[in-house]
Nanobody
Framework: QVQLVESGGGNVQAGGSLRLSCRAS????????TGWYRQAPGKQRELVAAINRSGTTSYADSGKGRFTISRDNVNNMVNLQMNSLKNERKAVYYCTVDVLKLTGGAELTTKAYWGRGTQVTVFA
């Protein structure tokens, strides 16, 4: 019901910057929270940053002071500005959104949707 497409990944030298973007389509009016996760080879997916519909943000400690998440509710975009990137080799960054839905018992809950990811490689 919601489709996500990430863009902006690539290769960057340590200390550089990248801006990731995620465009949502479908039933976007039902989107509540949005966020970015990353997954390095052989490791679990971990939260990088999140932002709710009101604009309240939260960050993993590793990104505080360096990353900025933002969202454009009109154009259904969520962006992640990453500065001072560290030489962490490569990881895939995933966009995720929570979408409101009704359960069979008419209770309001959310369902998470994920994009396919965009790879970021930081080299020395």
């Amino acid at each position: 019901q919601v489709q996500l497409v990430e863009s902006g990944g690539g290769n960057v030298q340590a200390g550089g910057s990248l801006r990731l973007s995620c465009r949502a389509s479908g039933r976007t009016i039902l989107i509540t929270a949005t966020g970015w996760y990353r997954q390095a080879p052989g490791k679990q997916r971990e939260l990088v940053a999140a932002i709710n519909r009101s604009g309240t943000t939260s960050y993993a400690d590793s990104g505080k002071g360096r990353f900025t998440i933002s969202r454009d509710n009109v154009n259904n975009m969520v962006n992640l500005q990453m500065n001072s990137l560290k030489n962490e080799r490569k990881a895939v960054y995933y966009c995720t959104v929570d979408v409101l839905k009704l359960t069979g018992g008419a209770e309001l809950t959310t369902k998470a949707y994920w994009g396919r990811g965009t790879q970021v490689t930081v080299f020395a």
